[in-house]
């Protein structure tokens, strides 16, 4: 591993590595071993890890940030482990998402999972049951799960800016 630093070809791609975690797109050297290795990419040939950074590094701001591409990575690491620069595409990933979001580009699939997780404070509210509330008193675990505004509070300061944390969901 050469861990050797790149200076980056575009402004996006700057801007990228100023994010925490897209400070590796400075090492890629667009092999293509991320994409070899990633199993979404197995699945679909519509998501390609290369072409995404490809994108970033020739500035195609816009259309990386509009795209729904970013959003498919599962951060399992595969590209990360087999990358012989050090690269994570998953970090860089998720800077892109970060700009994204900030910016309101962020898919209806997933903004609808966030407004969500906003509203009832976890994900799987609908699906909580009475046969689940039973089961979980038979294994002595909490059955009245309420609203956990500790959890919303952290996910509003982790990912939305201070002007959009006390925004109405």
Known sequence: MTNEIHTPSSEFAREVASVPGGEAINKCIQCGICTASCMVARASEKYRPRKIIQKILIGKRDEVLRSDQPW???TCRMCEENC???VSPAEIFHAVRFI???????PNV????????????WLLKDAYSDFIEDERDDL?????????????????????SPDMREAEV
């Open 140 to 160: 002595g675990l909490e059955v009245d799960l309420r609203f956990n505004d500790g959890f919303v509070k952290r996910v509003r300061e982790r990912y939305f």
């Open 110 to 121: 997933f903004r609808n999972t966030l407004d969500t997780v906003l509203t009832d404070g």
């Open 100 to 106: 994204a979001a900030r910016e309101g580009h962020i």
């Open 84 to 86: 012989q620069e050090g």
């Open 72 to 74: 498919f990575c599962m």
